[in-house]
């Protein structure tokens, strides 16, 4: 029997460190504690045949036969470990289940994704949906220690790297030796990434010094802005119709026409009408069922019906912020609609009629208008949203 006292992540870490890195993401105070409790408090009994016995703290037991066949067999199983264990490997795949996750709800998803991952991680007004890459955001966390050893704070560890490893060097121009440990190595790395962003060994990025949020945007880097970002991310749509008209900003959606462009042997005609290519645009605009839907919508408001890009209708609109909202709102959820009948007939044969799609439609509007605190619209908003009868 063997037992072995494991050195995890969070004996090398200051536990204030932890609780600030869990504040900066913002998540429940209850949720907060229970991990403080884990790693501060954590203790492990061994369980033999139900009933519970000795008390181990950061322990872990293991059981062979005294043979060198077994010990070697330890061995190799103590190198797949450490290789395992990584930090890279760890970060690869977290970002692997954030990534399955978006897709099937699963931490397994074979098929190719609609939107690369590097879109993904951009901020929403850059196109992306503002979800973190966990690369460049380990990077910003790990800067906090660069920042601590250019700035020489009052820590034992800080205080500790200047007498050992720097010895009156130079922070920003340091080389580690080859036989440094790893996470030294890995802070120099980063450290030399962030070079450009001293000046005179202050971190001119933030005028009020280094923060990892701030800084991860620095390492993530700008990209340009969509014009669409407002129609899309817009307070009146409704969550599940923002992401897809998110995906129809990125020509993400599987339509026949680029399932065919993929090599899948299958008829690329649009199954709800059988006239045309289905595109986007075919779906959206050109399609009678689409122009049907638009057509019963049109008798219950006063709305008018785009010839082609629906996107490009949205960013024409007219009228007061509220006006607009709506009215990009009731385009994604025409957008929305319409592709779930769409799947509706190609997978079951069967579909809605565009009468009961316009009144699910505007029911959802009616709904949204009638979460909102009427004291806090204008006149002219209340007697436009009278005209399109969204105000009951």
Known sequence: ?????????????????????????????????????????????????GEMFGYFQDDVLLFSKGDAKSMMLLLQAFSTFSKATGLEGVIKRIEAVCRNFLWDNSADYRRIPLVGWDTICRSKDEGGLGIKDQENWNKAMVGRLVDWIAVNRDSIWVHWIHNNYLKGQDWMGYKPSMNSSWVWRRICKIKDEMVPGYTNGKWHVQPDGYTP????????????????????????????????????????????????????????TCCI??????????????????????????????????????????????????????????????????????????????????????KHIIEEMRARVRGRDKMQLNLADLEWLKKMHLLE
Request: aromatic letters at 14%; charged letters at 20%.
């Open 1 to 49: 029997m063997f037992k072995i006292d494991l050195q995890k992540a969070y004996d090398t870490v200051e536990w204030t460190f932890v609780r600030q890195l869990l504040d900066a993401l913002n998540f429940p105070s209850e949720f907060k504690t229970m991990i403080i409790q884990c790693i501060t408090s954590a203790t492990y009994s061994l369980s033999v045949n």
């Open 213 to 268: 949020a701030r800084s991860y945007e620095w390492f993530r880097g700008s990209r340009p802005k969509v014009n669409w970002y407002k129609v899309v991310w817009n307070g009146w749509v409704i969550p599940k119709h923002q992401f897809m008209g998110w995906l129809v900003a990125h020509a993400a959606l599987n339509t026949t026409s680029k399932l065919v462009g993929f090599g899948v042997e299958i008829e690329d």
């Open 273 to 358: 009408c059988a006239l045309a290519e289905e595109t986007s645009e075919h779906l959206f605009c050109e399609c009678e069922y689409s122009k049907r839907v638009v057509r019963e919508v049109n008798n219950m408001t006063s709305w008018s019906y785009p010839e082609s890009g629906v996107l490009e209708w949205c960013m024409q609109r007219t009228g007061t912020k509220l006006q607009k909202g709506i009215q990009n709102a009731m385009m994604l959820s025409l957008i929305y609609q319409v592709w779930h009948q769409r799947n509706k007939c190609r997978n079951e044969k069967f579909m809605l009629c565009p009468e009961r799609v316009a």
